[in-house]
């Protein structure tokens, strides 16, 4: 049975991206995109709220953009490949592959 996402899964990838968190990417080539957020709190379990150091109007355009997954942070274990095609709505993740 699958877990829905959740606020947690919010912070989580975003402490994860901005290395934050205890887990680490290997190769994390959008921290310096999150420069600017200093903090990501939850509030409940269907909202978050992104503390920056400063103003940046941009950053809405950003998260909501193809490129700011939320990834499912209570299964940070496995290892996942994504594949996406050229329409973004067509995104399958694979735990392929797994030891």
Not at 26 to 51: A, M, P, Q, S
Not at 83 to 99: E, K, M, P, Y
Request: glycine share 6%; net charge positive; hydrophobic share 35%.
């Amino acid at each position: 049975m699958s877990k829905p996402f959740s606020a947690a899964d919010a912070k989580c990838t975003w402490d994860l991206l901005m290395g934050a968190g205890s887990e680490k990417l290997r190769v994390n080539t959008r921290k310096t995109w999150y420069l600017n957020i200093d903090r990501v709190t939850t509030n409940g379990d269907y909202e978050v709220t992104f503390h920056l150091k400063r103003p940046q109007p941009a950053l809405l355009s950003l998260l909501a953009s193809g490129w700011s997954p939320v990834y499912p942070c209570h299964a940070s274990c496995l290892r996942f490949s994504w594949s996406a095609s050229a329409d973004w709505r067509s995104i399958s993740l694979s735990t392929s592959g797994l030891q």
